[in-house]
């Protein structure tokens, strides 16, 4: 199980980016997805997780309204589209997967592959 998060970059304050994980060998249509942000100095934030079982999606506060979870024409691709972005958006993404959605979707711990991850820069 390969993942990689691809399309990070530097952009301003309020510019939009989308993120991608893209599964090697495998497809994703039945795993949840989760998204996560390393911020330096931060503990590991998780920032969305869609459903493999029910499609629901799950977003933090920070991500709310901004931010969206969604899945690819191609069963091996997530995207994250990310809008309105801030300064605190800066950080390292990652994609893992899971089983599912739950009330714990935002703990690190229960990821099970991880992709490496790409480097989100907002100026201000």
């Known amino acids: 199980v390969q993942l990689q998060a691809s399309g990070g970059g530097l952009v301003q304050t309020g510019g939009s980016l989308r993120l991608s994980c893209t599964a090697s060998?495998?497809?994703?249509?039945?795993?949840?997805i989760g998204w996560f942000r390393h911020s330096p100095g931060k503990e590991r934030e998780g920032v969305s997780c869609i459903s493999g079982t029910d499609g629901g999606i799950k977003y933090s506060d920070s991500a709310k309204g901004r931010f969206t979870a969604s899945r690819g024409d191609a069963k091996n691709v997530v995207y994250l589209q990310m809008n309105s972005l801030k300064p605190e958006d800066t950080g390292i993404y990652y994609c893992a997967t899971r089983a599912g959605c739950g009330s714990t979707w935002n703990s690190a711990a229960r990821y099970g592959s991880w992709g490496q991850g790409t480097l989100v820069t907002v100026s201000s």
């Open positions: 060998g495998f497809t994703l249509d039945y795993y949840s």
